[in-house]
């Protein structure tokens, strides 16, 4: 018995030396095209090449990526079938849906933050206002007659416009997409007059003029928009939290795969052409280790709670 023990110890410690041996899946929980699914790709275009092995990406869009997110909490841990965690799936879902069918930090193993995203709050060119303070006052005075528009009900876009609204005391009316492209098309128009959105979508239309930036949710001004203040420089504190995207398995990945897909994915954080990749897209690379990401995911949580039930914030 012992015999067969130790060589079953054997075998295992081989088969994760020889990690990975196969194609690795990553499973985005959002549609193509849209801000997870071009970090994501471009994270598994740079650890397919740290790896060796073939990254296939497997877009898993639907319910605000809780779909996604349950078919990574559903893998096999065994270093094959990994994912993207987005604030949506990990915060703002766990939040604002009480049926959701995975818990945020008990059903995942985290490996490490890929990137950092502002948020950005925008205004089409028809709002008589050029900055936060004559917007507060134009809505201030104005209540009821802003709507604003999001991906839909319960998604990350609203629960920033809610926490705007409570952090500046103002009534906007919220409009929900059935995603955040039609959103931005309908922003575009006019047809909402605010927008809150990941920047990377925005920002082609903000530096084109279309749409007004007010602010952004980042520890500082972004680069390729210096003039656009953060919320909290505009007095706006709650509302200046930057979106993420990570890395993540399901819980129980071993050790030696979860130290080895992070070795990969900080080794593919420093490729020049990534960091310039995730830079087009207004985002910074982080690379950060598992525990770190894991107290960030757990601090986002319960900060975002202290703020739902503190101002009776309502996702119905």
């Keep these: 018995m012992k015999r067969l023990l130790a060589l079953l110890a054997l075998c295992s410690a081989q088969a994760l030396a020889q990690y990975p041996s196969k194609p690795i899946t990553l499973i985005v929980p959002f549609p193509p095209g849209g801000s997870t699914d071009i970090i994501g790709r471009i994270a598994a275009e740079g650890m397919q090449r740290e790896l060796r092995q073939p990254f296939v990406v497997d877009n898993r869009g639907g319910a605000g990526g809780a779909i996604g997110a349950k078919a990574i909490a559903d893998a096999t841990p065994d270093g094959y079938t990994l994912g993207v965690a987005t604030i949506s799936t990990h915060v703002v879902n766990p939040v604002v849906h009480k049926d959701l069918r995975y818990d ?25 206002a050029k900055n936060m303070a004559e917007f507060i006052e134009y809505a201030r005075k104005n209540p009821g007659k802003l709507n604003y528009g ?4 319960g ?7 809610e926490t705007f609204k409570y952090s500046a005391k103002v009534n906007l009316t919220h409009v929900p997409y059935r995603g955040a492209g039609p959103a931005l098309n309908d922003a575009l128009g006019g047809q909402v007059q605010v927008l809150f959105d990941n920047l990377p979508s925005s920002l082609p239309h903000i530096q084109s003029g279309k749409l007004r930036a007010l602010a952004v949710a980042n520890d500082k001004r972004v680069a390729s928009i210096p003039d656009v203040p953060t919320f909290a420089e505009t007095g706006h504190p709650l509302v200046n939290d930057p979106s993420w995207f ?4 399901p819980a129980k990945l071993p050790d030696d795969v979860t130290k080895r897909l992070y070795s990969a994915l900080v080794a593919t954080l420093k490729q020049p052409e990534v960091q310039k990749r995730i830079a ?14 894991r107290k960030i995911v757990a601090n986002a949580l319960d900060n975002t709670r202290k703020v739902v039930r503190e101002a009776n914030l309502k996702f119905d």
């Design 155 to 161: 998604s990350l876009g609203h629960l920033i416009g």
């Design 150 to 153: 999001t991906p839909g009900v």
């Design 280 to 293: 087009d897209n207004a985002s910074l690379p982080v690379g950060n280790s598992p525990d770190e990401f």
């Design 104 to 128: 945020p930090l008990k059903d995942f193993t985290f490996v490490s933050l890929i990137a950092a995203v502002p948020n950005s709050m925008s205004v089409h060119p028809s709002v008589p």
């Design 246 to 249: 990570g890395l993540i398995g």
